[in-house]
């Protein structure tokens, strides 16, 4: 392969994202430090609520290894054909793709890093999104190949981190921060998800995991706090049964919560202004990576 210099390679790849995604205005990442914090659980209630709001959404289940969008949206009907390309399927007003509609359910995907990149790659190039408002990708928890390939594929107007209150998730919450920051994408904020726990006899209101972390981290790393969704047997009955509490239970209190969030980050690019960011090139992330300890 020939070399090419820095300028060169970012000017070509800044085009490539131009050119992978043309009609989708804004791409936003949402993603967790860990695993187990309801991430996408919370990535299928906001692009919902969204949708309900009037906007053209789509919904990215990049975490390949665990995909549980289709579940999660009940969608059963995969994706189909059309001129060589991809239809997405759609749940609930909004468009998907998902690994879990090409794998069978009981089948591990047992995948390196460059087979993640060409699926993700795939999930951009050969899926016909159309014009979208916002494209929600759901990322496996943690900082590996998805996240890094997504940064280099696509101009991401930023990322929503969701966490639960105790300190061992915001711990990892900081590390995924940083990936983040690193490579140039705004941070949109802090959800704190299994926020508290309100008894459905007596009322009573419980921090089954603590209290006020998420916020706490939000204001140590500069970043605006979103909101909190509390836990509740309903969020799982609908996670389960392919409908997200936005839709079963949508005068709920914690329907209300998630349309919160979704109407700040609709404030934040509204979805009539188009044009997104592109972020820095992934090789700065990697020279930081390389560079030792102390090295300016």
């Not at 900082?143 to 594929?153: H, K, M, R, Y």
Request: aromatic share 6%.
């Amino acid at each position: 392969m020939g070399e090419m210099n820095e300028g060169q390679g970012g000017q070509e790849r800044s085009q490539g994202k131009q050119d992978l995604i043309p009609n989708v205005k804004h791409v936003i990442a949402v993603s967790s430090g860990k695993g187990g914090v309801g991430k996408s659980t919370v990535a299928t209630n906001l692009a919902v609520a969204l949708g309900l709001s009037g906007a053209k959404v789509g919904l990215m289940d990049a975490d390949v290894y665990g995909p549980n969008i289709p579940m999660m949206m009940g969608v059963t009907k995969p994706p189909e054909q059309q001129d060589g390309k991809i239809k997405p399927a759609e749940g609930h007003g909004v468009k998907l793709i998902s690994m879990g509609f090409f794998v069978p359910e009981e089948t591990a995907v047992v995948w390196r890093g460059p087979m993640i990149h060409t699926a993700i790659q795939q999930f951009f190039r050969d899926v016909i999104w159309g014009e979208l408002d916002y494209l929600l990708i759901d990322l496996p928890p943690g900082t590996g190949d998805a996240q890094l390939t997504i940064s280099q594929l696509v101009p991401l107007c930023g990322a929503i981190t969701v966490t639960t209150p105790q300190e061992v998730a915001l711990h990892d919450v900081r590390k995924g921060l940083m990936m983040f920051q690193k490579v140039n994408v705004p941070l949109l904020g802090i959800i704190e998800n299994m926020s508290y726990f309100v008894c459905g006899h007596c009322g009573e209101r419980t921090e089954i995991f603590s209290y006020g972390g998420g916020e706490r981290a939000a204001e140590k790393l500069g970043i605006p706090f979103l909101g909190r969704i509390p836990i509740d047997p309903a969020i799982r009955t609908g996670g389960d049964a392919g409908t997200p509490i936005v839709v079963s239970h949508p005068e709920s209190p914690q329907a209300a919560a998630f349309r919160e969030i979704a109407a700040k980050i609709a404030a934040r690019f509204p979805a009539g202004d188009g044009g997104s960011q592109p972020g820095s090139p992934i090789e700065s992330l990697l020279k930081k990576l390389k560079r030792p300890i102390g090295a300016s």
